[in-house]
């Protein structure tokens, strides 16, 4: 497995090749990446896995400077799942110079996390089209637990006519549930045997909604003030249409249920897709 830190080498080494698979990460990887790993694997003849923590997805008092790295731990667990290359390139590579350029998402990069982390899918998808264009992949793989990324990257790619495909992979989940997450380590033990409520109360609204329940509205706020009750503080839990991420109409049949919470001083992300039945 090479191990790339600049671009130009990259780009030399990546020179004539074709099926090539990229998983962007920000490294501090678990087994939810390796679950991406090993869709790209399926798609592509070279793996390319690329680790960096962006500074232009993090808020000023968001947990850029402490963010997990562990590149080295990273790259044997990539070596092992046979990955044919990672880029693991420093700031100064991604961004030489201040980065005045950036990508236009469409409205609903402002709603949910994006009202709460302002900026936050501007600079991820800013670099997101940086490793593109660096890599110039085939194929992408973007795991589905950040659910409004993987549809923003998705729309970035349609609607500027990039030559990716972007591949959504299945949140993968602790055996309690809980979705994977490198945030998940901050949670002290107490945290940690609350944390998988949050999903808990995803498949509840989804019951709800499979049992015939259309007000949606109410089902929202009784899981907020159930979540807050527990010592949550609420970002948003919302009923969304897959397709675009919109308030459903009555006639919606494939719903999204989202949310965000913070417990204790890290901030959980999940969601649950359900199809309703006519």
Known sequence: MLVIHTIAELRARLQGLTGIVLVPTMGNLHQGHLDLVRIARQHGQFVVVSI???????????????????????????????????????????????????????????????????????GAATVVLKLFNIVQP???????????????????????????????????????????????????????????????????????????????????RQAIEALTARGWQVDYVTIRAQSNLAEPTASERNLVILAAARLGQTRLIDNLEVSREW
């Open 138 to 220: 085939r194929i992408a793989v973007f795991g589905k637990k950040d659910y409004q990324q993987l549809y923003l990257m998705r729309q970035m790619a349609a609607q500027l006519n990039l030559p990716v495909e972007i591949i959504g992979g299945e949140t993968v989940r602790a055996s309690d549930g809980l979705a994977l997450s490198s945030r998940n380590q901050y949670l002290n033990i107490a945290e940690r045997t609350e944390a998988v409520f949050l999903y808990q109360t995803l498949i509840g609204i989804s019951v709800a909604i499979m049992d015939g329940a259309t007000d949606f509205l109410k089902l929202e």
């Open 52 to 122: 960096f923590v962006n500074p232009l997805q993090f808020g000023v008092n968001e947990d850029y400077s402490k963010y997990p790295r562990t590149l080295e731990q990273d790259c044997k667990m990539l070596e092992q799942c046979g990955v044919d290359m990672v880029f693991a390139p420093g700031e100064r590579d991604l961004y030489p110079q201040p980065q005045q350029v950036t990508v236009d998402l469409p409205p609903i990069a402002d709603e949910l996390c994006g009202a709460f982390r302002p900026g936050h899918f501007r």
